[in-house]
Every structure is written in C-alpha cells, then in structure tokens.
C-alpha cells in the first residue's frame, strides 16, 4: 500500500497525464481537457460544455442553496490509447531516472516502470505487458483529471490512482469510484451554467418616494428555462448529462432595515402563468403589490442596493436514461434606489 501511494505521487506531480488542471474556453461551447500537456498529445476525452454556459470555461454564476454541496474536485477519465500512452509514459520515465537516483525515488520509478513494461501489479491493480500495445484501439487508459475551479488543492489532487486500462464499452473497475458517469458531468455542467440577469421591472423604477409602494415583477417572456449540457466522446466511450434550471421564486432585499416587503418574507412565488409578480397599471399606485416593497426613510444623498435573487430550481437527465435532482441555485443583481421624502406644501 505505501508503494502504491508513493508511485501514484510520483505520477502526480512529475507528469502531465496524472490530471494537471487544464481547460480552454472558446465562446458560449467550452471544452475541458483532460491531463494534456503541450507536446500534441492530449487526452482524448475532453468535456464539451454548451448552452447557457459561461464564456472562456469558467466557472458560472450559479450559487448552491446547499452550502456542504459542491462540484467534482477531480475525476478520472480516458486519457490515451495503449500506444500514444508507451510513447507519452516512457519519455516521461527516462526523463526522471537522472534526478531520481538510485534511493527511494529510483526505486519507486524503477516500480513504475516495471508496472507497464513488464505485468508487474498489486491487489486490485494488475500490470501491464508493454503498456498494453497489443490492445491498441480496442481500449485505453484512463488518468486522473483535476477540476480547475476546486481552490483546495488536497481536494483537487485526490484522485490520485495511477493511470488503468479501460476495455472500449466496458464500465471502470469498480474501486475507480471517482470514475466519469453523466451524474458527475452533470454537476460539472451546473458549475459551468450561466444564468441570465435578474431583470426584475420596478414600478416606479429608479426612484420612488417615502411610504410609497414599489411594485416589481418578471415576465414569464424573459424568464423562462435554461439548460447547459456536459458531454465527453472518446472512442468506445460517450456520455453525457443536461442540466435544466427552472426558475421557481423571487427574493426582495431592500437594502436597508427601514423598508417593508411584499409579502413579508420578500420570497415572491411564481404565478399560474410562470411569471412573478403581477406589472403596475395606472391608478393602483396605493394598493399594496402582491411582490414589491416599501421605503420607509429617505435615502438621503445616497442611493438603497436593492437585491433581486432568483431562485432556480435544478434537475439533469443524461445517457442511459439517468436522472435526478441537483440543489438548487440563486443568482442575484443589484440596483441602486433613490428614495425621497414627500414634499409638503405650506400655505
């Protein structure tokens, strides 16, 4: 077991298919790639993400309501087919061997080596017969992948199995439970997905007075679904998940204690007809709004940030019919408000 770990550490931080953390952003379709370097030879799975997904690969702007749920931090994935894998691990090897010298190090690259040249395993773990050449095109090997956006590094790094072979239509060995399914793609996706803005209508917008009701409401024409989608095509592996965010609830934040909200939660529900709120119309301006609010002291020379979130609520369905529910997300805006007083008129 100590050997194992010693040459799966090896295997992370001496070489780039032990999952360094890249990623590449191309517009609206991103795509992540999987333990590649820059020398031409890349990991053949590489996540596409598309929809309503940030732009240049990052992460969106989703955020949990569940505060202990986060994305993968890492996962494993096809990396190489058995001959690209020989030519790619065997450069790296003869490239560590002067440094390694003849102590631990060596003796734990000597292992590795040994690992894919010669059959040389462990429970659970077989080796392999020259990096499995015979079976190039009817497999590959697998390889840890960090996920760029996990800030924890220990979290990011603990896939840290060393690289295995995978038969093409054959599922990962089961010990391999960080393995790519559509449920991790579809996490992955919803870490990726890019809500629109809380365009919330205000009535009267901008500025209002002191004690007088500020109808707000969102039309169903602008706030409706939105889907982003993961998927990862290596030859005999294609998977992928969709997930769709629906939005379910508006939350009011006046911006100050001295304010009254519509309903006294602030959490306007969605209506019938998918929209929220209900618009103003012209002589209602004393009636209370069925979402809205009330200031009830005056900005002064400065302005309220109101905050308009949006609660989404979040599903994804992915290949082979798999499905379920992901927690869900708000994304919120702020606009300043300018709050008078009432003027009077003395005769």
């Known amino acids: 077991m100590a ?3 010693t040459l799966s550490t090896l295997a992370l ?3 780039a298919y032990a999952g360094k953390p890249v990623g590449s952003g191309k517009g609206g379709s991103t795509e992540q790639k999987g333990g590649g370097d820059d020398t031409g030879i890349y990991a053949a799975a590489r996540i596409q993400y598309s929809g309503a997904v940030a732009k240049g690969g990052g992460r969106g702007n989703v955020t949990s309501a569940d505060v202990n749920w986060t994305p993968p931090p890492c996962w494993y994935a096809p990396f190489l087919g058995a001959k690209d894998f020989k030519k790619k691990m065997s450069e790296d090897i003869e490239r560590q061997k002067p440094g390694a010298g003849s102590g631990h190090a060596g003796s734990a690259l000597g292992e590795l080596q040994r690992h894919y040249e010669d059959g040389y395993g462990w429970t659970d773990t077989p080796g392999y017969k020259d990096y499995n050449v015979d079976k190039d095109g009817e497999g590959m090997f697998w ?3 960090e996920n760029p956006d996990e800030p924890d590094i220990l979290k990011r790094s603990s896939c840290n199995d ?3 072979w995978v038969e093409n239509g054959d599922a990962p060995p089961p010990q391999y439970e960080e393995a790519i399914t559509p449920e991790i793609l579809a996490a992955l996706a919803y870490q990726h ?4 803005d809380t365009d919330v209508t205000l009535a009267p917008e901008g500025t209002t007075k002191v004690n007088l ?23 005999g592996f294609n998977i992928q998940a969709t997930t769709t965010a629906r939005p379910v609830a508006l939350k009011l934040e006046p911006g100050t204690e001295d304010a009254e909200t519509y309903p006294a939660s602030g959490e306007c529900a969605i209506n019938a ?7 103003y119309a012209k002589g209602r301006a004393d009636e209370t709004p069925p979402c809205g609010l009330r200031y009830l002291r005056s900005s002064g020379n400065g302005t309220y940030k109101l905050r308009a979130t949006i609660t989404w609520e979040i599903a994804w369905t992915g290949t082979g019919g798999a499905g379920g529910d992901l927690p869900d997300g ?5 606009q300043d408000i300018t709050v008078q007083e009432i003027q009077s008129v003395n005769r």
């Open 3 to 5: 050997l194992t770990l």
């Open 13 to 15: 931080t001496g070489t």
């Open 143 to 145: 390889a840890a992948v």
């Open 162 to 164: 060393l690289p295995f």
């Open 193 to 196: 997905m890019q809500l629109p």
């Open 213 to 235: 009701p500020t109808w707000a409401w969102l039309d169903k024409a602008v706030f409706d679904e939105v889907q982003a989608t993961a998927a990862i095509n290596a030859p």
């Open 273 to 279: 007809d998918d929209s929220i709120g209900e618009p």
């Open 330 to 334: 708000t994304f919120g805006t702020e």
